[in-house]
């Protein structure tokens, strides 16, 4: 069983930037995908970023790509979402998730929510 717990989240007005953390408990495949989702109110649920643990590549959504960067502590089994230059449309509950495949993961913690105000 894996466990996850997403902070920092919050509120913060365009072009601002948060850190998302999340901090993972359990066992962590060696070679699974962590990342993170998003889903706002009246949208489907959507990759943003991820980063498969065994090799360390990483995916980002058009959306996010270079606003928006996902790493990972393996020493404290934390993995973090760092983004910058937010937008309003950003405004979202996000989701940690783990797993072996990185569009349908097996675990997901229970959100931290990130409010955008233009």
């Known amino acids: 069983q894996v466990q996850l717990v997403e902070s920092g989240g919050g509120s913060v007005q365009a072009g601002g930037s948060l850190r998302l953390s999340c901090a993972a408990s359990g066992y962590i495949d060696r070679y699974y995908y962590m990342g993170w989702f998003r889903q706002a109110p009246g949208k489907e649920r959507e990759g943003v970023a991820s980063?498969?643990?065994?090799?360390?590549?990483?995916y980002y959504a058009d959306s996010v790509k270079g606003r928006f960067f996902i790493d990972q502590d393996n020493a404290k089994m934390t993995l973090y979402l760092e983004m910058n230059s937010l937008k309003p449309e950003d405004t979202a509950m996000y989701y940690c998730?783990?797993?072996?495949?990185?569009?349908?993961?097996?675990?997901w913690g229970q959100g931290t929510q990130v409010t955008v105000s233009s």
């Open positions: 998730a783990a797993g072996r495949a990185r569009t349908r993961p097996d675990y």
């Open positions: 980063i498969y643990t065994g090799g360390g590549s990483t």
